[in-house]
C-alpha cells in the first residue's frame, strides 16, 4: 500500500506549529500536524502546575498576524495564566480552522529522508507513517522534561507530580506534607500555591536564582483600550526590538548615570516586573560593574521580603550574575518562606541521599513526605530533536551530530537534513525573545523557503555545512562577550549530565535576527544549497 504523500508534516502544535499550519493551509499545501497532546498548546498544554503564567505579558505574548484576532480575544490579566493561554490557543485552532489538520496523540519517533523519493518519512509511537517532502520540526525548546536521576526516585510510596506533566485534574494537597524539588521558574511560580494549599512544604533548592515580582494585575477597561488604540505601535517595537517585546533598556549608558538615576532606573525597571529587570540597563548582562549593581539592587529588596537571615543568605544567588540565567517572574515567592509551615533545604550543604518509601533523605536527615513535585526542568533547544531518531541523508543520525554542540544555519537548517527545518531551535533567538511573535517569524521563515523552492522548482535544499558552522560561530563569539557563558544554565547545556557546554540561543537580538534571515532569503538562500530531482 503506498502512503499518502503530503506537502508538508508539521510536528507540533504549540506556537510556532499551530503558525505554520495554519498558513500552510493557507497556501494551498497538503499539510498534516503531528501532536504528542491530544490538543493542541504545546508548552500550554502541558505546564498546567498551580501558578503557571507566561512571564511576557499577555497583550505581547500573543499572535500578530491578524488583526481581527488581536482585537477580539480580551486577556484579563498582565500576565496570562495557563489556562488563558490554552483558551486561546485552542480558540485560535477553531477561528483557523487548524484542528483537522491534525492528529493528536502522535508523538513522532522517527524520521528519515528518503533521497530517491525526495520525501521525510515518519513514524509515530502508535506505528502511523506519515510521509512529506518537507518536514518542520516545531517541537518546543522547553519541552522535554528532565527528571533528576536520584537513588530510590520510583520508590517513594506517596505522590509523585511533575510541574511539566501536572495532571489534568483537581490536586488536592489539603492536610498533606508536600516536598518540591527545583527552583527555577516552574518551581518558584507553584511554590507560593502548594504553600497555600499544603500542611507542610519543603522546599528542595540546588541553586538560588534571581526572581523578581511580576506585579501581575487585571487589565481593567481603560487599561485594555489604551492598549488596543497603541497596539500597532507597540507592535512595532516589539518586531524591532532585541527581544520581541516593547520594552528596551533606559538610553542613558550605566556610565553615564548619577547614583540618583541608577536607583530610579532599577526602581523603575523592578517595579515594571519579571525578566525586563535583566534589562534595566544595556549592558546589564555584558558589564559585570552594572551587573554587580543590579545585584547590591536585588539582594537590598530580597531582605525586605524575607524575615530570617539564615533563609535570606540561601535565597541569595551565589553561582551566576543577574540576569544569566532566566530571570523568575514571581507572586509572592520570597515572602512564602516567612510562613511556619514553609522550609528551605539548601542541596548544596544537605545533598539528597535518596529517596524513599517514606520521603528524601539527604545526607543530613531523612524528611517525611507525602507529595513530591519535581520542578527541575528540561533538555533544553535539543532534547525534543535528540528525542527522535531523525536520520537526513545516508543515513546521518542528528543525535550522533547532537552531541557534540549543535551546528545550524540560522537555527533552521542543518547541513546534512534536507528539506528540515526546525522552528525556535538552538542558533535562534527564540528563547531569548517572546515566543509568540518568534514563533511568527520562524513559521514564516520556513513557508518562504519552502514556497521559493516549489516555485523554483527545486526538490530538496539544505544547508551548507560551512554556511553553518560559520552562523554557529558567529553565535558563540557573540555569546563570549556577555556573562551568560559562565553561568551553569539551561541556555549552555549545563543542566544536563553529559550534554556538550556551549550557549544554544542566538544572542544578536531579536531584529538582528530576523535581519540576517531576511537577507538570506533575499540573497536566493546563500548558504543553502538546492537541488532537483
Ligand atoms: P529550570 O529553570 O531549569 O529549573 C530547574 C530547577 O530544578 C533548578 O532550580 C535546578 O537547579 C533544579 N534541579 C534540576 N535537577 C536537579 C537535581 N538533580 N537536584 C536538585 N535540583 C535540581 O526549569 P523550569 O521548568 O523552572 O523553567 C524552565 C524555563 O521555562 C524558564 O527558564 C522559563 O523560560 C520558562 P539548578 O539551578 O540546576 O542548580
Not at 488583526?67 to 500576565?79: A, F, H, N, T, V
Not at 557563558?485 to 547545556?493: E, L, R
Amino acid at each position: 500500500m503506498t502512503t499518502h504523500e503530503h506537502d508538508l508534516i508539521v510536528v507540533g502544535a504549540g506556537f510556532a506549529g499551530l503558525y505554520t499550519v495554519i498558513h500552510a493551509a493557507r497556501a494551498g499545501l497538503d499539510v498534516l500536524g503531528l501532536e504528542a497532546g491530544d490538543d493542541v498548546g504545546g508548552t500550554w498544554y502541558w505546564n498546567r502546575y498551580p501558578g503557571a503564567r507566561c512571564d511576557v505579558e499577555s497583550i505581547d505574548y500573543s499572535y500578530s498576524f491578524d488583526d481581527d484576532l488581536q482585537r477580539e480575544w480580551r486577556w484579563s490579566e498582565r500576565y496570562a495564566t495557563q489556562p488563558e493561554i490554552l483558551d486561546y490557543l485552542s480558540h485560535v485552532a477553531d477561528r483557523f480552522d487548524a484542528r483537522p489538520h491534525y492528529r493528536f496523540g502522535e508523538r513522532v519517533v522517527s524520521a528519515a529522508w528518503d533521497e530517491p523519493a525526495q520525501l521525510w518519512r515518519v513514524r509515530t509511537d502508535s506505528g502511523l507513517t506519515a510521509c512529506a517532502r518537507w518536514l518542520i520540526m516545531a517541537s518546543g525548546g522547553l519541552s522535554a522534561p528532565q527528571l533528576p536521576d536520584i537513588p530510590g526516585r520510583d520508590s517513594f510510596a506517596g505522590e509523585v507530580l511533575q510541574t511539566s506533566a501536572w495532571p489534568d485534574r483537581a490536586v488536592d494537597l489539603a492536610g498533606r506534607r508536600v516536598a518540591i524539588i527545583g527552583t527555577g521558574s516552574s518551581g518558584v511560580q507553584a511554590i507560593p500555591l502548594l504553600a497555600e494549599a499544603a500542611a507542610e512544604l519543603v522546599v528542595y533548592q540546588r541553586s538560588a536564582n534571581y526572581s523578581v515580582p511580576a506585579f501581575n494585575r487585571p487589565i481593567d477597561d481603560e487599561e485594555w483600550a489604551h492598549a488596543q488604540d497603541d497596539l500597532a505601535h507597540r507592535r512595532e517595537l516589539s518586531w524591532n526590538g532585541p527581544a520581541g517585546s516593547p520594552w528596551t533598556s533606559h538610553p542613558v549608558p550605566y556610565a553615564e548615570a548619577d547614583e540618583a538615576e541608577r536607583e530610579a532606573v532599577f526602581e523603575e525597571s523592578w517595579t515594571r516586573g519579571g525578566v525586563l529587570f535583566a534589562k534595566a540597563f544595556a549592558q546589564l548582562t555584558v558589564d559585570p560593574v552594572i551587573n554587580d549593581a543590579a545585584r547590591v539592587f536585588f539582594e537590598r529588596k530580597l531582605a525586605e521580603k524575607v524575615d530570617d537571615a539564615g533563609i535570606r543568605a540561601l535565597l541569595t544567588p551565589r553561582d551566576h550574575a543577574v540576569g544569566t540565567k532566566r530571570i523568575c517572574t514571581d507572586s509572592g515567592y520570597y515572602e512564602t518562606y516567612n510562613r511556619d509551615h514553609v522550609s528551605l533545604v539548601d542541596l548544596r550543604s544537605e545533598p539528597i541521599a535518596e529517596v524513599a518509601p517514606a520521603g528524601i533523605r539527604t545526607t543530613a536527615r531523612m524528611r517525611a513526605h507525602d507529595v513530591i513535585v519535581y520542578a527541575t526542568g528540561f533538555d533544553a533547544m535539543t532534547g525534543a530533536l535528540t528525542a527522535i531518531d531523525i536520520r537526513g541523508r545516508d543515513g546521518r543520525s542528528l543525535r550522533e551530530d547532537w552531541s557534540g554542540f549543535p551546528s545550524t544555519y540560522l537555527g533552521v537548517a542543518l547541513p546534512g537534513f534536507p528539506n528540515l527545518l526546525v522552528l525556535n531551535g538552538p542558533g535562534t533567538p527564540s528563547v531569548l525573545s517572546n515566543m509568540a511573535l518568534s514563533s511568527e517569524q520562524q513559521g514564516a521563515f520556513a513557508l518562504r523557503l519552502v514556497a521559493y523552492c516549489r516555485g523554483t522548482g527545486f526538490t530538496s535544499v539544505e544547508a551548507r555545512a560551512d554556511a553553518a558552522a560559520e552562523w554557529t560561530a558567529h553565535g558563540l563569539e557573540l555569546a563570549d562577550r556577555t556573562l551568560f557563558g559562565a553561568a551553569p544554565s539551561w541556555y549552555t547545556g549545563a543542566n544536563i549530565d553529559g550534554k556538550a557546554r556551549g550557549f544554544l540561543p542566538y544572542i544578536g537580538g531579536f531584529k538582528t535576527y530576523i535581519d540576517h534571515c531576511e537577507a538570506v532569503a533575499d540573497a536566493d538562500y546563500a548558504g543553502f544549497v538546492m537541488g532537483r530531482r
